[in-house]
């Protein structure tokens, strides 16, 4: 099984300001990554897949990077409604998510 | 828009069954991939099944293969779940989920989730 490991488990900062998020792999996912937010109460939300590209309707603040094993989520101006648990997720082998990265404001 | 409705969950003793549905609406529905994604108590994400627009193509995980059993009607544009041998572990909110069309293996749309509770 492939293990996707995030971090930081929790990230604080303020509105306006950059946020990078960090999602390592066990072994190669070649580009096959996702990334998702979900808000509480809410399913999780695809912004990003095969690592770059956004998913129909998000907003282009959203940017994600990397292949390989290490891949990053960008948020650049964070908006009060991006304050939310971020997953990544591959689809390399079967599908597995990471633990989470909970984005809160500071 | 693609909505997808779960129901069915609820609390069930350990080594029972539980039958869970998903009703699909606003997209082709028999033109998709579908998926059950469930989520723990502690918020951990886990895959669980995937079935093919056709049926004739079905994933699980190994924490459910043997247990769980995936089907749809796409007359009905509905997908199923049938969880047979439950225990604690299995506990969580059960999410269905469309595959992406030029992404198989990722999630686009999901619904609102069915929490299954498995409990003496």
């Known amino acids: 099984e492939i293990v996707l490991t995030q971090s930081p488990a929790t990230l604080s900062l303020s509105p306006g300001e950059r946020a990078t998020l960090s999602c390592r792999a066990s072994?190669?996912?070649?580009?096959?990554l996702a990334w998702y937010q979900q808000k509480p109460g809410q399913a999780p939300r695809l912004l990003i897949y095969?690592?770059?590209y956004r998913a129909t309707g998000i907003p282009g603040r959203f940017s994600g990077s990397g292949s390989g094993t290490d891949f990053t989520l960008t948020i650049s101006s964070l908006e009060p409604e991006d304050f939310a648990l971020y997953y990544c997720?591959?689809?390399?082998?079967?599908?597995?998510f990471g633990q989470g990265t909970k984005l809160e404001i500071k | 828009e693609a909505q997808l409705v779960e129901s069915g969950g609820g609390l069930v003793q350990p080594g029972g069954s539980l039958r869970l549905s998903c009703a699909a609406s606003?997209?082709?529905?028999?033109?998709?991939?579908m998926n059950w994604v469930r989520q723990t108590p502690g918020k951990r994400l886990e895959w669980i099944s995937y079935?093919?627009?056709?049926?004739?193509?079905?994933f699980y995980a190994d924490s459910v293969k043997g247990r769980f059993t995936i089907s749809r009607d796409n007359a009905k544009n509905s997908l199923y779940l049938q969880m047979n041998s439950l225990r604690d572990e299995d506990t969580a909110f059960y999410y269905c989920?469309?595959?992406?069309?030029w992404g198989d293996g990722y999630f686009d749309y999901w619904g609102q989730g069915t929490l299954v509770s498995v409990s003496s």
């Open positions: 997720q591959q689809r390399k082998n079967r599908q597995t």
């Open positions: 072994q190669n996912v070649d580009n096959y």
């Open positions: 095969d690592a770059s």
């Open positions: 606003g997209f082709a529905f028999s033109d998709c991939s």
């Open positions: 079935i093919n627009s056709r049926s004739d193509t079905i």
């Open positions: 989920a469309r595959g992406l069309e």
